[in-house]
């Protein structure tokens, strides 16, 4: 029997509660030894979402086979919020002392910082925490654009629905990745994600714009990128000529349609590829008609991807 001991930090996300809660929960239904506890304190602990919760203020007997994790909590910045006792910070260094493993969401990273966690380790967080993150521990490596982030029994996430990540590799690590993906099935989580995979992928990095006409061809992109998608199609379905197209296309993103559908491609090529799939299998995945085109994109300076 494993104990998850959550705690509870007032104006913490739901999600980065729940995600985590439901795959523990989860996996103990399946017949796999975890015990969920919740503590605070305080009782009555208020969230970001406005929904109460009510956490037990003395904490469980811990082992070295437990796990103690930190949701974070609404925080435009880390300074000033997430507050915690003196002694509650010595609760996880000491369980991490002892042997035991320790994780954060989100802002729950700055918990385990003033823990004295963090340093000379690498971790991650929610990718707009990550600039203060690293300047209040700079004895701590933060990794950018990560999942998360294992290092010495402390587990850090990105954030929001990360920790289902997060929990779901601390639940391969324990039982084997056929029951982090049979928690992940029962869950109706589409895959489980590698820790290296990015915070935002190419579908939110590039809409930041306020283009109508764009964000509409985007959309039909998004949707249809494995297919063959020729710029008299796009701009038919945006109104505007094919040169009005491209030329806010690249206006407001960097780069053509053409080359924002062979990102989407990449992007779904490697994450084929990190699950185990062969270049040629992932080829096939993301709409490429071989393996050669995708090498080739994958070698070029601007893919952001390694090379074949």
Not at 111 to 122: C, H, Q, T, V, W
């Amino acid at each position: 029997m494993t104990r998850v001991v959550f705690l509870l930090v007032p104006q913490l996300h739901l999600l980065d509660l729940a995600g985590p809660a439901q795959a523990f929960s989860t996996a103990a239904g399946l017949g796999y030894g975890y015990e969920l506890s919740y503590v605070a304190e305080q009782e009555d602990v208020p969230t970001a979402q406005g929904v109460p919760l009510r956490a037990s203020v003395i904490w469980p007997d811990l082992g070295t086979d437990d796990l103690v994790l930190v949701p974070g909590w609404r925080a435009p910045r880390l300074g000033s919020t997430g507050r915690l006792d003196a002694s509650t910070l010595r609760r996880l260094a000491d369980h991490h002392a002892d042997g035991g493993t320790v994780a954060s969401v989100c802002a729950g990273a700055d918990a385990l910082g003033r823990a004295g966690l963090l340093d000379g380790r690498r971790c991650t967080t929610h990718h707009d925490l990550q600039d203060e993150l690293a300047r209040r521990y700079p004895k701590t490596t933060v990794v950018r654009d990560v999942l998360y982030t294992v290092d010495d029994r402390v587990v850090t996430s990105a954030g929001i629905a990360s920790g289902i990540d997060l929990a779901l590799h601390l639940v391969a690590v324990q039982h084997g990745p056929g029951v982090a993906a049979q928690v992940a099935r029962e869950m109706v989580v589409y895959t489980r994600r590698n820790g290296d995979e990015q915070q935002a992928s190419a579908m939110l990095r590039h809409r930041s714009h306020l283009s109508d006409v764009v964000h509409r061809v985007q959309d039909l992109i998004d949707a249809r990128f494995t297919e063959p998608l020729p710029l008299t199609k796009l701009a038919a379905a945006s109104g505007v000529s094919e040169r009005t197209l491209t030329r806010l296309f690249v206006q407001v993103t960097g780069m053509t349609p053409l080359r924002y559908q062979q990102v989407l491609r990449i992007e779904r090529a490697e994450h084929v590829i990190g699950h185990g799939a062969t270049v040629e299998a992932a080829a096939r995945a993301a709409g490429f008609q071989d393996a050669r085109m995708l090498r080739r994109l994958r070698a070029r300076p601007d893919s952001g991807q390694p090379a074949a």
